[in-house]
C-alpha cells in the first residue's frame, strides 16, 4: 500500500510501507528447497479479480506496440534459454546473474544458485529473463508460506530466509555507502570485503553475504586501497535488527474493494496493475485486521453493497482502512466511499459492532474523485470515537483516521531506541527534529533531552504532533510548521542552538538547503534515520565533506520479507 501523503513523518508521508501496495519486482516463483533439480511451483491459489467493466490491460487497451529490433552482438538473444549463476540480488529482490558477461535480472532467483531462465527482455548492458527452473537452491531459499504470494505484490522476498534477508539487508546498506556515498566501510567477513570485485556494472545490484557473528573474533578489514590510519575513520555497519516473530506486524490494512457474481471482494492489487486479488489472510497483517476485513465484505455482501469502478466512476465501497493499536487493542475501522449516502448504514454499522466487539471507531471518508488515491478530503465518525489511543514505549499517541502512525510497532520501537542511543542525550542537551511529523520521534527524544523543537512542513502534521504532546504532558519540546531549512535558520537566529540534530526525510532524502543549514548550525552530533540506503549514502557524502564523520549505521528491519529496510546513522563533528 503505497500511496503519497505529505501527513506523516518524513519517509512516514508515504501514508505506510510499500510493502502493502501495488508490488513490483515481486519473486514469483517459490521451488521446493528438498529437490536439487527443481521446477518453479505455478500454483495460483489466490482470486484474481478486476474491478467490475474494466478495460483490459494497458498494453492492450493501447494497440500493439512495435517491438524493438534485436540489439546485435550480445551473447544471448530474446527467447533464448540458458544456464547462469546468480552472483547477486538488485534493490527490487531480483537475482542478478551473468550469461558471457552479460548482465541478467531475475526475478524469484537468489544468491549462489543456478538456474535456467529464458530472456525476456535485453538492452545494451543488460536484461531481463524468467525464471525456468532450479539447478541448484540457495541454503537460504524457503517455501514461502503466503498461498497468493506468487499473484500479490506486497511481499518481493518471502521465499529468502529471514537470516538471509537480514543479511542481505545490510549488505544492501554497505554497498550503498561505498558505492554512491563513496564512504570508507569496516568490513568484517572476507565475502564482503571482495564483494565490490564480483558486482556487475549496475550501482544498484547486491550480493548477499554472511550475517556477522559478534561470538567471533574476526579480523577486521577495510576494503579498497586505504592504509591501517584510515581504518580508525571507517564506518561500521552493525547486523540488521531484526524481528524475534516477523510475522503478522502490520497494524494498519487498506484493502481496495472490488466485485464479483458471489459479492464483494478485497485484497491488493496484483503486481504492477488495478487487478484486485482477493485475500482471505495476510501473513504479514494482524490477525484482527484480516477479520475485519473479512467480515466487513461479508456483511456489505448480504446487505447489497456496491464496490467502487474506478474505470466508469460509479459504485460506493471503494476502500476499506482498519488500524489496530498493538498496546490497547482497540480497532477503527474506516469505510471510504465514493460519495455520503449508505445504504442500510444502521444495519451495516450495528452488524459490524455485533460481529467485532474491539471495535472502538467507525468512519467514513469520502473520497468522490476518480483518483487511485485512497483518502479524500471528508472524513466523519459513523460511530463510537474520532481516534484510538496507542503506545510505542511509554509514549501514548492518538490515531485519528488520516494520520500517520508506524505500521510496525514492535520495530518502531527499536528504531526509535536506536535513534535516542545515537543521539548521546544527557538531559542537558537541546535538540532539533527536522522532518519531524506528527512528533514520534520528537516526543521519544523528549524523555532524555533538555528541550526539544521540531519542524514539518506539512500543519496537520503539526497539529497532530502538538495534541500528542499534551497527551503526554510533555512541556519541553516546541512544533512549528514550516520547511527545515527556513525554519531552522531562524531559531538560530532566536538564540536557539541545537546540539543534537535528527533527520528522517522522505525517500527523496534531505534538502540540500538543511544539508547546508546543518553545517552552518554545527551541532556535536547528527543523526540520520533513513528510510533508503542510496539517498542515505549521498547525504551522509555532505555531511562528511562538510565536517562531520560517520560513526556507525544500524540498520532495522522494519517490513520483513519486503525489500525496504530503514537505517540510523550516527554522525560526530569533527
Known amino acids: 500500500m503505497s500511496n503519497t501523503n505529505r501527513s506523516g513523518r518524513g519517509k512516514n508521508r508515504r501514508n505506510s510501507a510499500a510493502p502493502q501496495g501495488k508490488g513490483k519486482a515481486s519473486a514469483s516463483r517459490q521451488p521446493n528447497q528438498s529437490s536439487q533439480s527443481t521446477r518453479p511451483s505455478t500454483s495460483q491459489s489466490g482470486k484474481e479479480v478486476r474491478p467490475r467493466d474494466a478495460s483490459l490491460s494497458g498494453a492492450r487497451s493501447k494497440g500493439r506496440t512495435r517491438e524493438s529490433a534485436p ?13 547462469i549463476e546468480i552472483i547477486g540480488m538488485n534493490h527490487d529482490g531480483e537475482g542478478v546473474g551473468r550469461a558471457d558477461g552479460y548482465t541478467l535480472f531475475v526475478q524469484g532467483a ?15 548492458q543488460y536484461g531481463y529473463a524468467k525464471l525456468l527452473e532450479i539447478v541448484k537452491a540457495s541454503s537460504d531459499r524457503v517455501s514461502a508460506p503466503c498461498p497468493i504470494y506468487d499473484q500479490c505484490g506486497g511481499c518481493q522476498i518471502q521465499h529468502m530466509s529471514y537470516a538471509g534477508q537480514l543479511a542481505w539487508k545490510r549488505q544492501l546498506v554497505i554497498d550503498n555507502l561505498q558505492r554512491i556515498g563513496k564512504l570508507n566501510v569496516l568490513v568484517e567477513d572476507e565475502t564482503e570485503a571482495t564483494h565490490a570485485e564480483q558486482s556487475p556494472f549496475v550501482e544498484q545490484i547486491d ?15 577495510l576494503e579498497g586501497v586505504m592504509n ?17 516473530e516477523p510475522w503478522r506486524y502490520r497494524n494498519k490494512a487498506q484493502v481496495p474493494i472490488g466485485v464479483t457474481e458471489g459479492g464483494l471482494v478485497g485484497g491488493f492489487y496484483a503486481k504492477g496493475s488495478h487487478r484486485i486479488i482477493d485475500m482471505e489472510t495476510c501473513l504479514i497483517q494482524h490477525e484482527h485486521n484480516d477479520e475485519v476485513v473479512a467480515k466487513v ?20 465501497l471503494r476502500h ?18 465514493n460519495g455520503r449516502d449508505i445504504q442500510h448504514k444502521d444495519e451495516w454499522i450495528g452488524s459490524i459492532r455485533e460481529a467485532i466487539p474491539q471495535v472502538a471507531s467507525i468512519c467514513q471518508n469520502v473520497n468522490k474523485k476518480q483518483t487511485n488515491v485512497i483518502f479524500g478530503d471528508e472524513t466523519r465518525v459513523l460511530w463510537g470515537r474520532d481516534v484510538i489511543y496507542d503506545y510505542i514505549g511509554d509514549v501514548q499517541f492518538a490515531i485519528s483516521p488520516r494520520s500517520f502512525y508506524q505500521v510496525n510497532p514492535v520495530q518502531t520501537e527499536v528504531l526509535y531506541g536506536k535513534t535516542v542511543e545515537y543521539a548521546g542525550l544527557s538531559g542537558k542537551e537541546t535538540v532539533i527534529d527536522a522532518y519531524c511529523g506528527i512528533g514520534t520521534i520528537s516526543l521519544f527524544l523528549a524523555q532524555h533531552a533538555d528541550q526539544v523543537y521540531g519542524v514539518e512542513i506539512v500543519p496537520e502534521a503539526i497539529e497532530d504532533a502538538r495534541s500528542n504532546a499534551m497527551l503526554n504532558e510533555m512541556k519541553n519540546v516546541k512544533f512549528e510548521v514550516g520547511a527545515s531549512e527556513d525554519v531552522i535558520p531562524r531559531w538560530k537566529e532566536q538564540g536557539i542552538e541545537a546540539d543534537v540534530i535528527v533527520v528522517d526525510p522522505p525517500r527523496k532524502g534531505c534538502d540540500p538547503r538543511l544539508l547546508d543549514t546543518i553545517l552552518e548550525m554545527k551541532p556535536e552530533r547528527v543523526v540520520y534515520v533513513s528510510c533508503n540506503p542510496s539517498t542515505l549514502a549521498r547525504d551522509l557524502r555532505v555531511l562528511e565533506d562538510g565536517g562531520y564523520r560517520t560513526v556507525e549505521v544500524t540498520p532495522v528491519d522494519m517490513f520483513p520479507h519486503t525489500v525496504h529496510v530503514e537505517s540510523v546513522a550516527m554522525l560526530v563533528r569533527e
Do not use: C, W
Request: glycine share 8%; no cysteine.
Open 110 to 124: 537468489l544468491p549462489g544458485e543456478t538456474v535456467r531462465v529464458r530472456v525476456m527482455k535485453t538492452k545494451k
Open 228 to 244: 591501517e590510519e584510515d581504518t580508525e575513520h571507517a564506518i561500521r555497519v552493525l547486523p540488521t535488527m531484526g524481528m524475534d
Open 320 to 337: 476499506v482502512v482498519v488500524k489496530k493499536a498493538f498496546r490497547t487493542g482497540e480497532m477503527m475501522l474506516v469505510l471510504v466511499t
Open 297 to 316: 465484505k461479508e456483511i456489505g455482501s448480504h446487505l447489497g453493497i456496491s464496490a467502487y469502478n474506478e474505470e466508469t466512476g460509479r459504485g460506493l
Open 71 to 83: 540489439i546485435e552482438g550480445l551473447p544471448v538473444s530474446k527467447n533464448e534459454e540458458t544456464v
Open 207 to 221: 550480493e548477499q553475504t554472511v550475517q556477522a557473528n559478534e561470538s567471533n573474533r574476526i579480523r577486521l578489514r
